[in-house]
């Protein structure tokens, strides 16, 4: 082959990259490209996003690398070509111009994204140039891991057990990137990363984050985590402590490979590295699901579940958006979500629950707000575990079970350290009403510098309560 084209979505990287990888494999000479799809960005509830400022940054550092691996491959040095508009319309459009033969990219499973690739595929046959697809953002894909009778697993647990069983077999593929020199094919004149301001959009407040970013910084939270990897199991619970590794944005857009995760996994072993790559198997199982059931995105896995009477709690679905529902560390959680576009994956059980199982409303309008904010969202994963928390989904907890909001907290905050960080007005408050605020009398609340009610919000529901209405809700359904 003459020439090819490198689509860049989810693989914002230099390294380890499959499609990267195959074009230098199969043509003599290699473009890069990405696109600011305008068929996402038009539907972003905001013109500024955390999420295009994590994007415009690896970018950067992409268009930086392809140059560095020209230049050490004796090349005259590559870069990164950058268009803005509808991909299904600039991407055919930028492969004739260039003339390729065919356009190459990592693998999509998203319902959306596979029909815009269909398109794309469809316009480039017209004008006779070829569309490869190769996996990458997941170790296993599609068919790959299927129960004994040749069917999708519904069920985590045995899904994981089979995962592991492949990978202990195949082991991880290594998508080196070595091109030859002149492979990469230099930019044309004046070709630079457009800035967001050019496209109509700013970072919002990403910069005061300080969010490691791009490969580099993707690099930086790789290492950091594997000095911490081992104490995983017992500290990724705890909001309050440095468990996590944080890594999750750079997963989602690519500028860390999944492979290089499982890899770090399998050296460093013990239970916090086999905790964490649970973890990351559950990533791989709900794309699965979404692959195989499209129909998740607006509806429930268990289709019974459809019938299910859900509350029309406006003030109640403000509240919580707001962070002011009266429970600590659900309102903690959702400030956290709000002023950084990060919550700690425990506090999106405890929030998601409260939604769904004493709020009583609907998982998808909760899925669509951590849609609208998250920095690391991700469709497959955000909506498995929605419906997880709401009691729809795929090995879904059971029904009858509801997070108590206090309890979470003393169990996972117990000195309300996390808490008192994002709600300054109860910074004061004692250890021993932390948790349940109105619980203080008025004496307790003058001490404390907060008036519940009025600085701080009672509580919107009484759990006991909602609970019971909840069994309700969901035992009509069952019968």
């Known amino acids: 082959m003459n020439s090819a084209l490198v689509w860049f979505r989810r693989d914002l990287r230099a390294h380890d990259h499959a499609a990267l990888h195959h074009a230098l494999t199969h043509a003599e000479r290699v473009h890069c490209a990405f696109v600011f799809d305008t068929g996402i960005l038009d539907a972003l509830p905001s013109r500024s996003d955390r999420r295009l400022g994590f994007i415009h940054a690896a970018l950067i550092e992409l268009d930086a690398a392809l140059d560095a691996a020209s230049r050490t491959a004796g ?106 020199a002149g492979a990469l094919a230099q930019k044309s004149a004046g070709e630079t990363v457009p800035t967001l301001a ?92 979404l692959w195989h059931h499209p129909r998740v995105v607006e509806s429930a896995f268990r289709p019974e579940y459809e019938r299910i009477r859900w509350a029309d709690d406006e003030p109640g679905f403000a509240a919580w958006c707001a962070g002011r529902t009266g429970y600590p560390l659900v309102d903690a959680g959702m400030r956290q979500l709000a002023q950084t576009g990060y919550m700690h994956n425990r506090l999106r059980m405890v929030t ?14 909760g899925e669509r707000h951590f849609a609208a904010l998250l920095n690391d969202y991700d469709l497959a994963a955000n909506n498995g575990g929605w419906q997880w928390a709401a009691s729809t989904g795929c090995d879904a907890q059971p029904w009858f079970r509801i997070f108590n909001p206090v309890t979470q907290s003393e169990k996972f905050d117990p000195e309300g350290r996390f808490i008192r960080r994002y709600l300054p007005e109860l ?53």
């Open 75 to 180: 090349g005259q040095g590559a870069g990164l070509i950058v268009r803005h508009g509808r991909a299904d319309a600039v991407l055919p459009a930028l492969a004739a111009e260039l003339g390729v033969d065919a356009v190459y990219a990592g693998r999509d499973y998203e319902p959306a994204a596979i029909e815009r690739d269909s398109r794309v595929a469809t316009a480039l046959a017209g004008r006779g140039i070829g569309f490869r697809d190769y996996k990458d953002q997941v170790v296993f894909e599609r068919d790959e891991v299927l129960t004994q009778g040749g069917t999708p697993f519904s069920v985590f647990t045995p899904y994981r057990k089979a995962w592991l069983k492949r990978l202990a077999a195949e082991g991880l593929v290594d998508w080196a990137v070595a091109p030859h």
């Open 198 to 289: 050019s496209i109509g959009f700013d970072a919002g407040n990403l910069a005061e984050l300080k969010l490691p970013l791009g490969t580099s910084g993707g690099r930086a939270l790789l290492e950091d985590f594997r000095g911490r990897i081992a104490r995983y199991q017992a500290t990724r619970d705890f909001p309050a402590l440095k468990g996590p590794s944080y890594l999750s944005p750079h997963l989602r857009f690519g500028t860390v490979s999944i492979r290089e995760l499982v890899d770090l996994a399998g050296q460093a072993g013990g239970a916090g590295a086999d905790t964490w790559l649970s973890e990351l198997v559950w990533r791989e199982f709900y794309q699965m699901i």
């Open 352 to 365: 998601a629950s409260f939604l769904t199982k004493d709020l009583g409303i609907d998982w998808r309008r």
């Open 427 to 479: 910074a004061k408050v004692p250890d021993r009403f932390i948790h349940a605020p109105w619980k203080m009398d008025a004496m307790d609340q003058r001490a404390a510098g907060v008036r519940i009610g009025i600085d701080y919000p009672g509580p919107i529901v009484d759990h006991a309560v909602a609970r019971e209405q909840t069994l309700v809700r969901y035992g009509v359904v069952r019968g």
